[in-house]
């Protein structure tokens, strides 16, 4: 719950407010029950150090930040090779569970890119 009050949108007072409790709870219960979190972080941190995919070079790249605190892309894309960047003001670090219009809306938009 402490990650989930922190990482949650701002202008939540309380992370359900941000999240329904249903999802919240499930998400911490998946994680718990199945001791995974220790794997799913391993994951998460192969994709992030990911070089290239075969032999026609680099995947595309996409980047989406939720929330009043986002990232500059001159900071997160200085030789500007991500070619898909979306920044929105509501959301946090959650942003399928808080604001999954946007997110579907970004994944579309970013494939629909790829056509």
Do not use: C
């Not at 989930?4 to 992370?15: G, I, K, N, S, Y």
């Not at 999240?19 to 192969?46: C, I, K, M, P, Q």
């Not at 960047?85 to 946007?102: A, C, I, K």
């Amino acid at each position: 719950m402490e990650k989930f009050r922190a990482w949650t949108d701002p202008a939540a007072e309380l992370p359900e407010d941000a999240v329904d409790r249903d999802h919240l709870l499930a998400n911490v219960s998946l994680y718990w029950f199945t001791r995974s979190g220790t794997s799913a972080a391993h994951t998460l941190y192969d994709s992030m150090h990911a070089q290239e995919w075969g032999e026609e070079g680099r995947a595309p790249i996409g980047f989406a930040a939720f929330g009043p605190d986002t990232v500059t892309r001159s900071l997160m894309d200085p030789e500007g090779n991500i070619g898909h960047w979306s920044e929105f003001d509501r959301g946090g670090h959650f942003p399928s569970m808080e604001v999954p219009d946007l997110v579907v809306g970004d994944i579309r938009a970013f494939f629909r890119s790829l056509r």
